[in-house]
């Protein structure tokens, strides 16, 4: 169901789709707290890379999830200014973060967890992608809310 949006709601109804999953649609602004701080003590980034953008595609093709349209592949090899960390947590936790910049979003932002915890690794790379891009609001969408990566939004501020 699209909370607060009624007449969407209705509209999508009327065309024939039916409620599946609840999705989130979260923001971040660039002052949010990390919550609780105490999250923190179990992440540690050990690695950062930059991925090439041919290197991001290739991954997001591989993902394992089926992915929400605005952020799957099809969609992102029509954005050239796609941009991505690999990410190396101290206790072998890895994953990536995709996103588009513009000087005042951060949006399409999509986290692949590889290997460990998925909260702590979800955790592990918004935190260098804020580190990176320190001013920029930011806005996560669809991501289904039972997702374990969810929680790691959550403590990183968005909301």
């Avoid at 609780?36 to 591989?62: C, F, N």
């Avoid at 936790?93 to 590889?114: K, N, P």
């Avoid at 918004?126 to 997702?147: G, K, S």
Wanted: net charge positive; hydrophobic share 45%; charged share 20%.
């Amino acid at each position: 169901m699209i909370e607060n949006n009624v007449p969407a709601h209705q509209l999508f109804l009327k065309y024939g789709f039916c409620e599946t999953r609840a999705l989130v649609v979260a923001r971040r602004p660039p002052t949010a707290e990390i919550r609780p701080p105490e999250i923190m003590k179990g992440v540690t980034v050990s690695q950062v890379s930059t991925l090439h953008r041919a290197e991001t595609l290739r991954r997001m093709a591989r993902r394992a999830e089926r992915p929400n349209w605005l952020v799957q592949t099809e969609t992102m090899r029509n954005i050239p200014s796609l941009s991505a960390f690999l990410v190396e947590l101290s206790d072998g936790g890895r994953g990536w973060v995709s996103y588009v910049a513009s000087m005042f979003q951060l949006t399409r932002i999509c986290v692949c967890v590889l290997a460990g915890d998925p909260v702590k690794v979800t955790v592990g790379a918004l935190l260098t992608l804020h580190r990176y891009n320190p001013v920029q609001d930011a806005i996560m969408e669809n991501l289904p809310a039972a997702d374990p990566r969810w929680e790691g939004f959550q403590a990183m501020g968005y909301f």
